[in-house]
C-alpha cells in the first residue's frame, strides 16, 4: 500500500498555534481526570497551563509575520503572531482578570448565602488561565457551557436518582470536566 502525502507549507507561527492548543487540550483532559478523581486541580497543573500560554506568545512574537492558525474566531494567539503583541497579551489578561472577579464575586455572595462553597478555588484559577487563551468573549462563553454541561448533569444524575429511588446525588461535582468540554466547544466552533 502506497501512502502519499501532500506538503502543504505552513507558516512557522501556525505549527507554534497548533501545537499550543493541542498542549492545553492534552493538560485540560488531564485535568479533568485529577479533578474527577479528587474534586481537587492541583496548582502545578494550572501554572503549567500558564507557562505555555507564556512559552507561546513568546514564541509567537519571535516568529510573528503570519497569521496564525485559528480553529475559529480572533483569539489572543492570533493578535500575537500578527506582530500585535501589546494587544494581544492585553485583551488576554483582561478576560483572566474578569472572569477570577466575576467568579470570585458570584461565588462568594453564593457562599454567603448558602454557607456551601458555590465554586472551588481551582476552578476559578483554571478559567482565569483559560481567559488568557480565549480571550474576554471567549473565556465567558467558556463559563457559561461549562455551567450548561454541569446543570443538564446534574438533571439526568437527579432523575436517574428518583427512578432508582435513590438518595439524590451529592450537590459538589468537579467542575474542570465541563470547563474542558466548553473550552473543546469553543475553540472548534467559536461560540463568540
Known amino acids: 500500500m502506497m501512502i502519499v502525502v501532500l506538503a502543504y507549507p505552513l507558516p512557522l507561527s501556525a505549527v507554534v498555534s497548533a501545537t499550543a492548543w493541542a498542549c492545553a487540550v492534552a493538560l485540560l483532559v488531564r485535568i479533568a481526570i485529577v479533578d474527577m478523581r479528587t474534586r481537587n486541580i492541583p496548582n502545578k497543573l494550572t501554572l503549567s497551563l500558564a507557562v505555555l500560554w507564556a512559552a507561546t506568545a513568546m514564541l509567537l512574537c519571535l516568529v510573528g509575520g503570519g497569521a496564525s492558525w485559528e480553529p475559529s474566531g480572533p483569539l489572543p494567539f492570533s493578535a500575537m503572531a500578527s506582530g500585535s503583541m501589546r494587544a494581544g497579551v492585553a485583551q488576554s489578561f483582561v478576560a483572566a482578570a474578569s472572569v477570577a472577579a466575576v467568579l470570585l464575586a458570584s461565588g462568594g455572595s453564593m457562599t454567603a448565602a448558602t454557607g456551601s462553597p458555590a465554586i472551588g478555588g481551582g476552578d476559578v484559577k483554571l478559567l482565569a488561565v483559560l481567559g488568557l487563551y480565549l480571550g474576554f468573549y471567549g473565556v465567558f462563553a467558556c463559563l457559561a457551557g461549562a455551567c450548561i454541561l454541569a446543570l443538564a448533569a446534574q438533571v439526568v444524575r437527579c432523575a436517574v436518582a428518583r427512578i432508582k ?10 467542575f ?3 470547563i474542558g468540554m466548553a473550552f473543546a466547544a469553543v475553540v472548534l ?3 463568540w
Open 189 to 191: 466552533t467559536g461560540l
Open 176 to 178: 474542570a470536566p465541563y
Open 165 to 174: 429511588r435513590a438518595p439524590p446525588p451529592a450537590r459538589d461535582f468537579p
